[in-house]
């Protein structure tokens, strides 16, 4: 497996991007999320079709590629790899994360929101590269998210996984900074950049409050 290809740097700032959740048009959000300084892409599309799904995917897979930014698909494994995407990210209820690296091979970067400390300590021998962490100060953007975790949370598991954690859940430019001094190596958002009117600014402010406190 690449080192660089799963490294801290490639987690910095993740966008959670769904097409049902924008304030502004999805394309021009996606072009200014990664102008902004976004390292990261999950599409989850939760209410599209497979073939609609895989269509954007494609698309967007293409477009992160170029820009030298990792992309991801949630939960589906299969679309993933159809799209020719970098990996995918699982929860507890999805595919196994032996299972999905069996599937996407090696190279196949998976991310996972372990729910419990335990799971925080086993994911890493069983596969993931990367671990999403939260909802660390709550979230309306997930409805199973479930209450805040809080920061001391992100530095117990953050020092339990071996590998990167990245923090999610109501993360703004305003306590992104709190995120990276608690452990995390990043900020996984969602609502911050795709519900701003300009998404390009609100992804480049939250990157400089990372930046500066990495």
């Not at 990664?34 to 079709?49: D, E, F, N, V, Y």
């Not at 995120?179 to 990157?207: L, M, Q, Y």
Request: charged share 20%.
């Amino acid at each position: 497996m690449s080192p660089d290809r799963f490294s801290a740097d490639r987690l910095r700032l993740y966008l959670v991007a769904d097409p049902d959740h924008t304030a502004t048009d999805f394309d021009s959000m996606i072009a200014g999320a990664i102008h902004g300084g976004i390292t990261a892409l999950q599409l989850r599309a939760k209410t599209w079709s497979d073939r609609e799904t895989l269509a954007v995917a494609t698309w967007l897979a293409q477009m992160c590629r170029s820009a030298g930014v990792l992309f991801l698909i949630n939960d589906r494994v299969d679309l993933a790899v159809a799209s020719c995407g970098d990996g995918v990210h699982l929860g507890v209820d999805d595919v196994p994360i032996d299972v999905a690296r069996q599937l996407g091979g090696p190279d196949f970067a998976i991310g996972y929101s372990p729910e419990s400390d335990e799971q925080t300590a086993a994911s890493a021998d069983r596969g993931a590269n990367y671990l999403g962490v939260g909802p660390v100060f709550g979230t309306a953007t997930k409805d199973d998210a479930g209450p805040p975790i809080g920061l001391e949370t992100i530095t117990r598991r953050a020092s339990l996984a071996g590998i990167p954690v990245i923090g999610i859940g109501g993360i703004t430019a305003a306590n992104a900074g709190s995120v990276i001094t608690a452990g995390a190596v990043g900020v996984a958002v969602a609502s911050a950049i795709t519900g701003a009117v300009d998404p390009e600014a609100a992804a480049r402010s939250i990157r400089a409050e990372v930046d500066r406190h990495l």
